[in-house]
């Protein structure tokens, strides 16, 4: 797929990105996960350019949810801003709030191997309309420690990418995905989470590999047009 832009964000504190172009009101409702997003987001695309957007995260708003159901549990009223913006896609509307855009928008989550499907996802929806860009955005954060050990938790941080053979791409990235663990981590360093792999191989243009228990997941990067 070809890629116009990407941008990549993670800190290892409790700190969040700045997201001036979003307006104050609307700025102070945002979580976290929403912040993370909206400004990797941003980076990808400008205020004119009309992007179709698929959301992912494996755990979602899953800290205004856990925050919502505490409320409950202590005989407290929920408050409505906080459930309106508590569903998954709530990102999407958003941004598309933001930016007066109405172009379609899609949220999923497929476990570990979130990140991979959304990039599927975007493929498939490029491949259908190849005029019309489409932005790729991933944020996710641990799970509350309530909920236990989640096993391939994923880490802090968000990703974008602006799938878009409009414009002179910066490159390729292409995927494979094999039912067997074994081979392509011989092939390509594996690691612990998808966003860490992908972030891995746009940055350093090697192959990145990422295994889960539904086989290997390889990413590489091929710089120029195809």
């Not at 976290?32 to 979602?60: E, N, Y």
């Not at 414009?167 to 390729?172: F, K």
Request: hydrophobic share 40%; net charge negative.
């Amino acid at each position: 797929m070809p890629v116009a832009r990407w941008s990549f964000w993670f800190s290892a504190s409790d700190s969040l990105p700045e997201v001036a172009f979003v307006d104050p009101m609307m700025r102070r409702r945002l979580s976290a996960l929403s912040r993370m997003a909206l400004k990797v987001a941003g980076d990808c695309v400008d205020a004119q350019t009309r992007a179709r957007v698929i959301f992912a995260s494996r755990h979602g708003e899953l800290r205004r949810t856990t925050d919502i159901l505490r409320d409950i549990e202590a005989y407290k009223p929920v408050s409505p801003n906080a459930f309106s913006l508590s569903v998954l896609n709530a990102m999407t509307g958003l941004f598309g709030i933001v930016r007066g855009d109405r172009s379609p928008a899609t949220a999923l989550s497929a476990g570990a191997q979130t990140l991979g499907y959304a990039l599927l996802e975007g493929h498939a929806l490029h491949s259908e309309d190849p005029g019309s860009p489409v932005l790729v955005v991933y944020a996710d954060e641990p799970a509350d420690a309530r909920y236990g050990a989640v096993e391939q938790e994923v880490q802090r941080g968000a990703f974008a990418l602006l799938i878009d053979a409009g414009e002179a791409p910066q490159g390729r990235l292409a995927c494979s995905v094999t039912e067997s663990k074994q081979g392509s981590a011989a092939q390509a360093r594996a690691f612990a989470t998808q966003s860490e792999a992908l972030h891995h191989c746009l940055s350093g243009g090697e192959s990145a590999a990422w295994q889960g228990s539904g086989g290997t997941w390889q990413w590489s990067w091929h710089v120029g047009p195809a």
